[in-house]
Every structure is written in C-alpha cells, then in structure tokens.
C-alpha cells in the first residue's frame, strides 16, 4: 500500500512539474511574440554623417604602440 502511495505521489509530482514547464514555456513565447527583434537598438543607432569608417579612414587614425619596426 504504502508503495502504491509513493509511485502515486511521484506521478502527481511528475504532472505538476510538467504542467509548470508548459505554462512558463507559454509565458516565454507570449513575451517573444511581443518583442520586435527587427528594432535595431537605441545605442547602435549613428547621427546624420557619423557612419561606419572606410578602410583607408581606419587606418589614418591607427596609432603605432610598441616598439615593432
């Protein structure tokens, strides 16, 4: 009997456990969902004339450290 119990109890545990999962897997996809990858972010954003540096621009504003000829 009290075996019975036991494998009971670990089953109910078990269902509960996977029940749980599940709602925290909807919750997380419900959040994706209304989140918009495609924005780009606030802070990679450059003004008007601030782009990227062309190889050539890179290279003028390198600095020479050390002391290799």
Do not use: C, K, S, Y
């Not at 545990?13 to 972010?41: E, K, S, V």
């Not at 802070?43 to 600095?63: F, K, M, N, V």
């Amino acid at each position: 009997m009290e075996t019975l119990i036991t494998i009971v109890a670990i089953a109910l545990l078990i269902a509960l456990g996977t029940r749980l999962i599940h709602r925290l897997n909807a919750q997380h996809d419900a959040r994706i969902a209304a989140h918009h990858f495609g924005d780009p972010f606030p802070a990679i954003r450059r003004p008007p004339g601030h782009g990227h540096r062309t190889p050539t621009e890179q290279a003028a504003h390198r600095r020479r450290t050390g002391t290799w000829p």
